[in-house]
Every structure is written in C-alpha cells, then in structure tokens.
C-alpha cells in the first residue's frame, strides 16, 4: 500500500478551499516527499544506494508488459503523474527484464457491445480483457444509449471472450442493449513515468 499525504485525509473535502489552493505545491511536495521516504524505508536502502542510482524516462501502457532489456537491478522505484495501483518486473526466457505497470485512473475502453446481464450488470464486448481486472474504474464512451457511456467498476473479467461485467447502476434491464460492427473509443494511452533503478 502506498502511504502520501494526500491519502491521510480526505482531498475532495478540502480541495475548494482557499487555503488548500494557496499551498497546493506544498501538499504536492510533501506528497513525493513522504512517498519516497516511505518507499526508501520499506526497501531498506543506505547511503551507498544513492551512488548507484539511475532513471530512465518510459512511457508505458496499462497492463501491457515492457521489456527493458538486459537490465541488471536490485530494487526499481516508478514515479509517475499518474496514481499506480501496482506493477510486476519479472524475468522473460531471454532473461531480459520486463515492466508491467497498472493505473489507478480510469482507462478509456474499446468496446463494442453493451448487453444487460443481471441486476445493474451489463456485458461490455472489449478489444483486449486482459488489459482489465476486477476493480478497475473503465470509461465508456460513444453508444447510442446515453445509459451505456460513463465511467463505472469491473466486478469480473472473462478474458477468453473479451468481456468486462461492470456495474452500471443506469442498467436495470435489456431495453438499452446495443451490439455494433466496430470497436468503439480507443485502448489505453501510453503514460509517462519515471522508472529509478539500483543497480
């Protein structure tokens, strides 16, 4: 779990007010401070980390996997502009390195298809199932049926067929199902970060 100021306390409840506004760098620094200590402290680094220390600029895309190369490394740190839920660096069978990073922010889905399944469940057809997995936030867009577009949670993933199962409290029954030729949005985009590497 990643401990931050901002998540000491409840942003939205202060966000509108002026003294929030007025020391929002503050908040911002305090924020990357407090990660980044923790994050040192967890990871037992000393003194002598510092001096081999190096960062490489990325752009990576949402559960899809990087390879970094034949990167040697003991302990990785990603900075990102973007909240990280979590990522995975693992050896391939070349034994290059490779980094998978999820976000915490909603992802724009391709999805061609809406079907009501049960209670405020729908069926959403998507390009690539994998990309997703239970308790992501995913973001609808461009159906005839206003009720289909939106932003809402995955309560399951069927990777086989391509289908997210959201919770769509629009959706109560199978009026509004739509089933179209063509993939509707776009994948994910790529978002930059930081990768920090002890080597």
Excluded: C
Excluded at 25 to 30: C, V
Excluded at 55 to 68: D, F, G, Q, Y
Excluded at 131 to 142: M, N
Aim: no cysteine; hydrophobic share 35%.
């Amino acid at each position: 779990m990643k401990l931050s100021t901002s998540s000491t306390f409840d942003v939205a409840t202060v966000a509108n007010t002026r003294t929030y506004q007025e020391a929002k760098t503050f908040f911002d620094f305090m924020n990357k401070f407090v990660s980044e200590v923790v994050e040192g402290f967890s990871k037992k680094l000393t003194l002598g980390d510092n001096f081999n220390y190096s960062e490489r600029e990325l752009s990576v895309t949402h559960a899809t996997p990087m390879n970094l190369g034949n990167t040697p490394y003991t302990t990785v740190f990603i900075r990102s502009r973007q909240t990280i839920l979590s990522h995975k660096i693992e050896q391939n069978n070349k034994a290059d390195t490779v980094l998978t990073v999820y976000f915490k922010s909603p992802h724009a889905v391709a999805a061609k298809s809406a079907i009501w399944s049960s209670g405020n469940t729908v069926k959403y057809e998507v390009l690539n199932a994998n990309l997703y997995t239970a308790g992501d936030g995913v973001t609808f867009e461009g159906f005839s049926n206003s009720a289909n577009n939106g932003t809402f949670v995955v309560a399951a993933v069927n990777q086989n067929a391509n289908i997210l199962y959201v919770v769509n409290p629009f959706r109560t029954d199978a009026k509004q199902d739509e089933q179209r030729t063509e993939y509707l949005s776009k994948p994910p985009q790529p978002q930059k970060i930081t990768l920090g590497i002890l080597n």
